[in-house]
């Protein structure tokens, strides 16, 4: 009996558990491709240290946190500049908005209660539940982490903020051979599905496609011929961010779940052709 994945070329995006991804992809009979669209995400300190110190001086009407890792950094980055307590009060004056439940337990931890959450894990989730809050002539400071958030920031923007990113963590995107070689091979019909666990990787492909005026015929390759496979709430809706409507996510977010959902979707698939 065929395996789920035979005779298909399944590309990796991410750059961590690369064996383990192909070994549970060979596992399924298809043939693993790396192309690590992740590039490297780096601590900014000296960078942001300026944003923090001006939020202490002036506060904001809102801040809104988007990742936990990137909430605890800002406060160890005030910790370290010995302004952690009077970062801490400029918070509790603030307006808080919290997006995913690790963001909202390093703000339980603080002592923080956030005033709108989003309700599934993803920004347009957020954005939902700030719909009906007046920014007009407000200042809005945004922590991201390592990319930009545009729908959020013209979401903002549209209802009259002034808005301020904040990215304790920045990236550096991949290497541009790599990207340029995932394109190829997608318009040159030489993989069936490509496998995003970060919004990173989806940013990084469509940034490229973008450069090198591809976007269109990246989008059709993806609606008729190739398979978008995503981990997480966030890479979904990067995905749909991006015009790739034609997706499959596992319930669980986990690498061998992605697998498993993929080559039942395709052994599907090859079924329902028969």
């Not at 966030?234 to 080559?263: F, H, K």
Request: with cysteine; charged share 30%; proline share 3%.
């Amino acid at each position: 009996m065929a395996k789920g994945l035979e005779g298909k070329t399944i590309v990796i995006g991410g750059s961590r558990k690369i064996e383990e991804i192909s070994a549970l992809i060979q596992k399924q009979g298809g043939q693993p491709v790396s192309r690590p669209l992740q590039g490297t995400v780096f601590l900014a300190e000296k960078e942001v240290e300026p944003s923090v110190a001006r939020f202490i001086e002036d506060g904001a009407d809102w801040i809104i946190f988007t990742t936990g890792i990137g909430t605890e950094t800002l406060l160890r980055i005030a910790r370290n500049m010995g302004k952690e307590e009077e970062f801490l009060c400029r918070l509790r004056e603030a307006k808080i908005a919290s997006r995913g439940y690790k963001t909202l337990n390093v703000l339980k931890r603080n002592g923080l209660k956030p005033l709108a959450v989003d309700e599934d894990g993803s920004t347009q989730g957020l954005i939902r539940s700030l719909a009906e809050v007046d920014f007009n002539g407000k200042h809005v400071m945004i922590q991201l982490n390592g990319e930009s958030a545009p729908s959020l920031v013209s979401f903002l923007e549209n209802k009259g903020a002034e808005v301020e990113t904040v990215l304790p963590y920045q990236h550096i995107p991949p290497d541009e051979e790599t990207v340029g070689t995932l394109c190829s091979e997608l318009l040159n019909g030489e993989a069936d599905a490509v496998c995003f666990t970060t919004q990173i990787q989806v940013r990084s492909l469509f940034d490229y496609a973008r450069k090198k005026d591809l976007t269109d015929r990246i989008h059709q390759v993806f609606e008729e011929h190739v398979l978008a496979v995503s981990v997480g709430k966030v890479t979904s809706e990067a995905l749909r961010d991006e015009g790739v409507s034609r997706y499959i996510a596992p319930e669980r977010e986990r690498m061998g779940a992605m697998i498993v959902e993929l080559a039942k979707y395709i052994e599907k698939e090859s079924a329902s052709h028969l």
